[in-house]
DNA sequence: ATCGTCATATGAA
DNA sequence: TTCATATGACGAT
């Protein structure tokens, strides 16, 4: 089941502007900045959860892209994930930075080794990116693999975090 | 080293 | 049920 979001909040960094998505239960998604930024009207009466969900956020991207492990998540609202989604993105919060994985290694760490594909298909459809760290797994040969938010993102970050993905 | 092919899990249409 | 995958393993160049 989708979650209803209730507010679309700006994430203002060096890199760019990120937009996050929030339900009621938590940070349901993040965007990209995109290339042309799409202006928002101004969020009025903001409930307090978000606006303190939306500060661990921000603090959280701003960690990732500075290479360092965010202290402290939001809580994620991953309803709108399959169970099996969920399982996958659930183990991807556990790859520590500057370490990575491959899709087979996800599908054995969930105890199904053999649903290797499904695993990218639940990275593509991760909501979450930068906090579920979908960047931080490649192909078994050290391959980039593919990334929702562009290429050059998942380079950029994986460069961050001093791994170095053979292409 | 590169390429084609196939097996197999999951999800969307 | 059919189609597409951000895979992986294997065998033939």
Redesign the pocket.
Known sequence: MKPTLLASLSIETNAGTFRAHYSERGLAGIDFPATKPRQYAATIALPTNVRQWHAITTKAVKAILAGKTPAELPPLDVSG?????QRVWEELLWIPGGETR????IAKNIR?P?????????????PI?LLIP??R?L???G?I?????GLEW?KKLLATEGSAPVN
């Open positions: 994930g399959t169970e099996f989604q491959s899709y087979g290694e199904k053999k649903a290797v594909r499904a695993v990218g298909g639940a990275c593509g459809a991760n990116p979908c960047h797994v192909a078994a040969n391959k693999g593919g990334f929702s938010g998942k």
